[in-house]
């Protein structure tokens, strides 16, 4: 966790790695990095916002690479729920996998854990329909929604004065 005091005064390299910890594409970090300082958190994620949307689509395919080197789980695979739904869930993200060669990506701010399982498992089965083209915006923005959160936890949890 940086700061955002920290984070502008951070030297370009250790910025950079930080915010690669947030998002997998080289181009945006260092457009995030470049334009230091930020005044206020909501400028640089608004910033970070600006330069998702402008990815090409061989930096989301950066991004989406640097998804699945992740130290995690297939997502959705920590929720509770059944060997069934479990199982359904590897599938799915195989499917998905095979389908657009890529990893599965979507952002899950504001879902209850007993309800990841499913709103994995539904959003794979949905987006499984879209055609390629239609499906590199989703995961676009799912990956950018997930950037912003990241980036929001990274720089602020130190940002906030020190009680006295």
Do not use: K
Request: some cysteine.
């Amino acid at each position: 966790m940086l700061g955002l005091h920290r984070f502008n005064e951070a030297d370009a390299g250790a910025a950079e790695e930080a915010l690669l910890a947030c998002c997998g594409s080289r181009r945006w970090a260092l457009r995030l990095a470049a334009h230091r300082p930020y005044p206020d958190i909501e400028s640089l994620l608004a910033a970070a916002s600006e330069a998702a949307y402008d990815l090409r689509p061989a930096d989301l395919a950066e991004a989406l690479a640097d998804e699945s080197w992740m130290p995690q789980p297939l997502l959705g695979m920590r929720a509770p729920g059944s060997q069934a739904a479990h199982t359904a869930l590897r599938a799915a993200h195989a499917a998905y996998e095979a389908r657009f060669g890529h990893v599965f990506v979507v952002c899950l701010d504001g879902v209850a854990p007993g309800e990841m399982l499913d709103a994995v498992l539904g959003s794979i089965r949905t987006r499984l329909a879209n055609d390629p083209d239609e499906e590199r915006l989703v995961a676009a923005d799912e990956l950018r929604r997930i950037s912003l959160t990241r980036l929001e936890h990274l720089v602020a949890r130190h940002s906030q004065p020190a009680a006295r």
